[in-house]
T-cell receptor
Framework: SAVISQKPSRDICQRGTSLTIQCQVDSQVTMMFWYRQQPGQSLTLIAT?????????ESGFVIDKFPISRPNLTFSTLTVSNMSPEDSSIYLC????????????FGPGTRLTVL | KQEVTQIPAALSVPEGENLVLNCSFT??????LQWFRQDPGKGLTSLLLIQSSQREQTSGRLNASLDKSSGRSTLYIAASQPGDSATYLC????????FGAGTTVTVRA
């Protein structure tokens, strides 16, 4: 299994500012995933972050709005840029437990409120 | 694009009743399917992982079945308890997880 921590756990931000969310895993993993869960909605994949390469973004998400860093095999950051109230969501990172057929583990999430 | 549908959207049952949660997905080319539980304001807890080659998987009171060819999975929860109250999400994996909207379960004491 993988133990994942995220910082901050929650934040309240002003419109137009940016927030960087950190995701730390207790083991080395090749792939990390960032998800968004808008209020009352299910999870939507934002991007896949592989160490040593550019993140791959899903349709509807762009690098300028959600830049991602992946400096090593245990850490990643997601920045939510130029925030608006529509960005108020829970942001979660996840990693595979091992290989492409194993359990996916999720961090506790970062609850973001934009005023 | 994988589309995942979960039925019903919500379920309220008295304690002790068995629960049946349904999940359907449009693309059967998956490697596995995972069931998660989400408590209000919390992250996701993995309940069961069922591989594409398997027909079912069991853990305690939980049993998940998978019919990959028809794009369906069912989660059975036996003898429900108030602590089972949560939102249950299914997510097939094909190099990424696709989530349904979930089934919100309330078990009344």
């Amino acid at each position: 299994s993988a133990v994942i921590s995220q910082k901050p756990s929650r934040d309240i931000c002003q419109r137009g500012t940016s927030l960087t969310i950190q995701c730390q895993v207790d083991s080395q993993v090749t792939m990390m995933f960032w998800y968004r869960q808008q209020p009352g909605q299910s999870l939507t994949l934002i991007a896949t972050a592989n160490q040593g390469s550019e993140a791959t973004y899903e349709s509807g998400f762009v690098i300028d709005k959600f830049p991602i860093s992946r400096p090593n095999l245990t850490f990643s950051t997601l920045t939510v840029s130029n925030m608006s109230p529509e960005d108020s969501s829970i942001y979660l990172c996840s990693v595979p437990g091992g290989g492409s057929t194993d359990t996916q583990y999720f961090g506790p999430g970062t609850r973001l409120t934009v005023l | 694009k994988q589309e995942v549908t979960q039925i019903p959207a919500a379920l309220s049952v008295p304690e002790g009743e068995n629960l049946v949660l349904n999940c359907s997905f449009t693309d059967s080319a998956i490697y596995n399917l995972q069931w998660f539980r989400q408590d209000p304001g919390k992250g996701l807890t993995s309940l069961l992982l069922i591989q594409s080659s398997q027909r079912e998987q069991t853990s305690g009171r939980l049993n998940a079945s998978l019919d990959k060819s028809s794009g369906r999975s069912t989660l059975y929860i036996a003898a429900s308890q108030p602590g089972d109250s949560a939102t249950y999400l299914c997510a097939p994996w094909d190099y990424k997880l696709s989530f349904g909207a979930g089934t919100t379960v309330t078990v009344r004491a």
